[in-house]
Each structure stands twice: as structure tokens, then as C-alpha cells.
Nanobody
Framework: QVELVESGGGLVQPGGSLKLSCEVS????????MGWYRQVPGKQRELVAA???????SYADSVKGRFTISRDNAKNTVYLQMNSLKPEDTAVYYC?????????WGKGTLVTVSL
């Protein structure tokens, strides 16, 4: 049974920072490519950042220079450091292992950027 558990979401003011964590059960956390997606009501889920098993990263244009994805294979954990947050970053953020089907999803953590 594969389980992904996200944490670190919350309410933050514009310009602030948050760090999301995704703990992955089992060995897939060390060998699978991992990604962070986000979704707002009425819109499709979008890929925000991805990281390969070797550490190669990619980002959506909307978050380049502000978000950083990283992984700690010893802890089976993937992180998303989010800086200079904007109201349009408000969404439920989901962790994914595998990136393409079949892949595994966490239940999501809500990030709200507001005054």
C-alpha cells in the first residue's frame, strides 16, 4: 500500500512563505519522479513543480524563481518551498509519485494566500 501524506499548508499573507512536505511510504519515495500539483475549484489540476529521482527539477512558468522543489531520499520526503506567495497561488496542493499513470496521489493540503 502506497501512501502520500502532505503537510505544511495554511494561511499566509501575500509576499510570505510556506514549505510543504510530502512523506511517502515505501521505496517509491526514493526512486519515483515526484511532483507537486495544485487545483482551484472549477479548474484542472496543474503541475507546479517536478523532481526526478536524480534531482533534476522543472517548474511551471508561473512559479519559476519563487518555488523550489527538493527531495530527501533518506526520509522518503519531498518538499516544496514557496516564497513570494501571491493570492493566485491559493489552491489545494497535491503530492504525486510517478507523474504519469499509474501514479499515486496524496489527499492534498490547502494553501491560502490572503490579507
Amino acid at each position: 500500500q502506497v501512501e502520500l501524506v502532505e503537510s505544511g499548508g495554511g494561511l499566509v499573507q501575500p509576499g510570505g512563505s510556506l514549505k510543504l512536505s510530502c512523506e511517502v511510504s515505501g521505496t517509491i519515495g526514493r526512486i519515483y519522479p515526484m511532483g507537486w500539483y495544485r487545483q482551484v475549484p472549477g479548474k484542472q489540476r496543474e503541475l507546479v513543480a517536478a523532481i526526478g529521482s536524480g534531482g533534476t527539477t522543472s517548474y511551471a512558468d508561473s512559479v519559476k524563481g519563487r518555488f523550489t522543489i527538493s527531495r530527501d531520499n533518506a526520509k522518503n520526503t519531498v518538499y516544496l518551498q514557496m516564497n513570494s506567495l501571491k493570492p493566485e497561488d491559493t489552491a489545494v496542493y497535491y503530492c504525486n509519485a510517478g507523474l504519469i499513470p499509474p501514479s499515486y496521489w496524496g489527499k492534498g493540503t490547502l494553501v491560502t494566500v490572503s490579507l
